[in-house]
């Protein structure tokens, strides 16, 4: 038998983060993917409930937000348990082996910041583009050159 699943889709919502009784670690999430379009067809999509442990649900809850890009591997799952009304209710979710942040909440956070920054800026006024912290760092681990312009060959 082969149950894999390979998807890549947009947080609906921020995930949500709970402990079961043990102290486990799991986040719920759910994927939104496009259909493909067809013609002048209005755009459609499907939503998949997901589910992370451990590690990987508290990476997910730290990293990750509402919009944030993911691609999850994992394999899929139904279960069914009786409501507070007494009704069955039928669950069908990715339970994710492993989640690859394409997109995450630091960043787009910096973005959205770099953005407003920009934007309030008066027209004719010079801003100094704000570097990110890792970017500083790194740069300044790198040695500089004396390169004299007979070295370069062309």
């Known amino acids: 038998m082969i149950n894999r699943v390979v998807l890549v889709g947009r947080m609906t919502r921020d995930p949500e983060l709970r402990r079961t009784q043990n102290g486990s670690a799991v986040t719920g999430f ?3 993917m496009n259909r493909p379009k067809r013609n002048d067809e209005e755009q459609q999509a499907d939503y998949i409930s997901c589910v992370t442990w451990n590690k990987v649900a508290e990476n997910v809850e730290k990293y990750c937000s509402k919009g944030s890009l993911v691609g ?3 394999r899929l799952r ?3 348990y009786d409501n507070a009304q007494g009704q069955r209710v039928y669950v069908t979710e990715v339970v994710c082996d492993s989640v690859q942040f394409l997109e995450t909440k630091p960043r ?3 973005e959205e ?3 407003h920054q920009q934007a309030q800026a008066p027209a004719n006024s010079y801003q100094q583009p704000v570097q990110n912290q890792q970017q500083d760092n790194f740069m300044n681990e790198q040695p500089s050159y004396n390169i004299m312009e ?3 060959q062309f």
């Open 30 to 32: 759910t994927l939104a």
């Open 72 to 74: 999850v591997e994992g």
């Open 78 to 80: 139904s279960r069914t």
């Open 108 to 110: 787009d956070k910096y």
């Open 113 to 115: 910041q770099q953005y």
């Open 150 to 152: 007979d070295d370069i």
